[in-house]
């Protein structure tokens, strides 16, 4: 049962966690962590938040933890206006959303690190930065109380590592998470979409269809890792703006880069185009058997 349908602001640690206790009496908690600037891809966590409870939280905090020290912390789009509205219209009860003292007042000094799962991809690239989102999203967990929290395949190295350290640290709640929403020429919708000049967004669709092929190299048969990256890194260097920072075939389980194509990989890449660092990944399943190089 609800207790009202209107959309709360709640700014502070223990106001949340007593409004969080209150509604766990009522029924179950859906919760979206985000850092604001919110697409339709946030909308879509959103929405799978509310089919699979009866309050919505959404928390929309730029972690500063996560960033690295030469990254966009400061640039990081904010207009909590336009978040606020766009939460409103799709029935969210609560917005939790601290500033940085509440979260990490003076003195704070406590850090959750998930190992191995951390060792390649965005974790080799930004070194601290799973430690940042492990942190903030433990506290999160601890404040909102949620009973399931939604997280995008988009960023699926960290939704692995979200899904261990729930595991690993026994938080009593469910994670969901939900494929990438694209736009309508496959370009994966990234808050940091919005750094993109309009022609380093018409070179960025290079992404999407480097996954594509991949996809079809390894589907035709191709079971060497290098020859793949070779020609994906290929394809995206054919966009002039493009700076690559990773292309990887990885297996699904620990993300560890694979000496053979076979069974279930994710191909994941991260580019810069500009200022703006994308990533992007997708994942295949190879054919059984009988392929170029087996
Ligand atoms: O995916 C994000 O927006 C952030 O990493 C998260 C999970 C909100 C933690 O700051």
């Not at 729930?166 to 990234?190: H, Q, W, Y």
Request: glycine share 6%.
């Amino acid at each position: 049962m609800k207790e009202n349908n209107r959309l709360r602001i709640i700014r502070g640690v223990r106001q949340m966690q007593a409004l969080a206790d209150r509604l766990r009496t009522q029924g179950r908690i859906g919760f979206v962590p985000t850092m604001g600037a919110l697409h339709e891809g946030h909308l879509e966590l959103v929405r799978v938040a509310r089919k699979n409870a009866d309050f919505t939280v959404v928390s929309i905090f730029v972690n500063p933890i996560q960033f690295g020290p030469k990254e966009d912390y400061r640039q990081y789009p904010r207009d909590f206006t336009r978040d606020r509205r766009l939460l409103a219209g799709l029935g969210v009860d609560v917005i939790f959303y601290p500033d940085v003292k509440a979260m990490y007042p003076e003195g704070f000094a406590t850090y959750v690190e998930v190992e191995r799962l951390t060792r390649y991809l965005c974790g080799r690239s930004r070194p601290g930065h799973f430690r940042g989102v492990t942190t903030v999203v433990a506290k999160l967990f601890n404040i909102v109380k949620p009973h399931v929290a939604v997280f995008g395949q988009k960023d699926a190295q960290q939704a692995l590592v979200i899904r261990r350290m729930v595991r690993d640290l026994n938080f009593d709640l469910k994670i969901i998470v939900v494929p990438t929403v694209r736009e309508p020429d496959g370009l994966a919708l990234s808050s940091r979409n919005a750094y993109l000049t309009p022609e380093q967004r018409r070179q960025a669709t290079v992404l999407y269809q480097a996954l594509r092929l991949g996809e079809r190299l390894i589907k035709s048969g191709e079971t060497d890792p290098v020859r793949v990256k070779q020609v994906l890194r290929r394809l995206i260097r054919t966009q002039p703006e493009a700076r690559i920072d990773y292309v990887e075939i990885v297996d699904t389980a620990w993300l560890e880069p694979v000496p053979r194509i076979q069974g279930e990989v994710l191909i994941a890449l991260a580019v810069y185009f500009g200022r703006a660092r994308l990533i992007d990944n997708l994942i295949v399943r190879a054919p059984q058997s009988g392929g170029k190089n087996s």
